[in-house]
């Protein structure tokens, strides 16, 4: 699963739940009533998180609120749907400038991350789509390690993602152009064996409109393979919402149990094969977090590197890992 390159600065905090008088109806939208993924009515609130988006602008506040039957997370009142429009064609990622592809290919040899994921969940998803169909379809395609993948493993590939900066960079590693459109507006007569949603539901104002239309769009037998951050993950418990892996505002506004997704999957008429969690921590992570000066930085970049395997086993075990992979068939 993709992990932004880079956050937005200046990200701000607390528990007060005022909203701020500056929420107005065009830059939010309606108040819900029912969890995006159960659809049950017995919702709470959960937590405020506030964020500024650039160093120059206003600080701007989010409520989070929680389901109590399936435990999912959601942003309520949620963003208006142009304003993420705004974002998303721009960047998906987080980036707030373009960036080359040599400068992804960098990062990713000196972390491997998005290839490692993209090449598991290619073979995973091929190994239970039972369809016969060689097709595949890879929804928010960022910089196009998924369809890199696909195509590795023998699939024809459509690839949709609406923010320019990712799809300069997806052209250069895979010599064509995805096309630039928001699913909700991607339309296909042919149908696919295996589509491909990494970190993706987790931006959908209507996460089961879009699931059902992924239903529609599989053969039979086909499989969706769907990755998205936890909301039980061990940073979020330890964290708060100072959390920023799953707890993203505003561009997260849904924020999944492994309960919900099964639930959200299964009444939309999926058959759910596999799930697991995935933990992988950049080597930076402690040292950006605690400013110790190099040395420090050095020794936890090295305790990282060292420990993340034994960490992260233990915490996927225990249902607490970064990120939750499903793999669904269209039964």
Not at 175 to 199: L, R
């Amino acid at each position: 699963m993709p992990v932004p390159l880079y956050f937005f600065s200046d990200i701000a905090w607390d528990d007060d739940d005022t909203m701020p008088a500056s929420t107005g109806s065009a830059v939010y939208g309606e108040f819900l009533n029912e969890c995006v993924a159960c659809r049950g009515g017995n919702l709470r609130f959960w937590r405020r998180k506030r964020y500024q988006y650039t160093s120059n602008s206003s600080v701007e506040a989010f409520h989070i609120w929680r389901c109590s039957d399936c435990g999912t997370g959601f942003l309520n009142r949620p963003p208006h749907p142009d304003w993420l429009k705004a974002i998303y064609q721009l960047s998906g990622q987080a980036l707030t400038e373009p960036v080359t592809a040599a400068d992804v290919l960098a990062r990713e040899t000196k972390f491997p991350n998005m290839t490692v994921d993209a090449a598991r969940m290619a073979r995973d998803a091929d190994r239970y789509n039972s369809s016969g169909n060689k097709r595949a379809l890879d929804i928010g395609s960022g910089f196009g390690f998924y369809t890199q993948a696909l195509r590795k493993a023998g699939y024809r590939t459509v690839s949709i993602n609406p923010g320019k900066y990712e799809n300069a960079v997806f052209k250069e590693i895979n010599g064509d152009d995805p096309i630039p459109v928001m699913f909700d507006s991607f339309q296909d007569s042919e149908p696919f064996g295996v589509v491909v949603m990494s970190q993706v539901l987790e931006h959908l104002l209507e996460p089961e409109r879009a699931v059902k239309k992924v239903f529609g769009l599989l053969a039979q037998g086909g499989v969706l393979a769907c990755a998205v951050p936890n909301f039980e993950s061990f940073a979020v418990k330890l964290l708060g919402t100072r959390d920023n892996a799953c707890l993203w505002v505003p561009e997260h506004v849904n924020y999944f149990t492994e309960k919900g997704l099964r639930i959200l999957l299964e009444k939309s008429g999926f058959k759910v094969m596999k799930t697991e969690y995935i933990t992988r921590i950049q080597p930076n992570a402690l040292a950006k977090r605690i400013n110790g000066g190099k040395l420090l930085s050095d020794l936890l970049e090295f305790l990282v590197i060292n420990l993340q395997g034994p960490f992260s086993r233990i915490v996927d075990s225990l249902g607490m890992g970064t990120y939750i992979n499903v793999y669904a068939v269209k039964a």
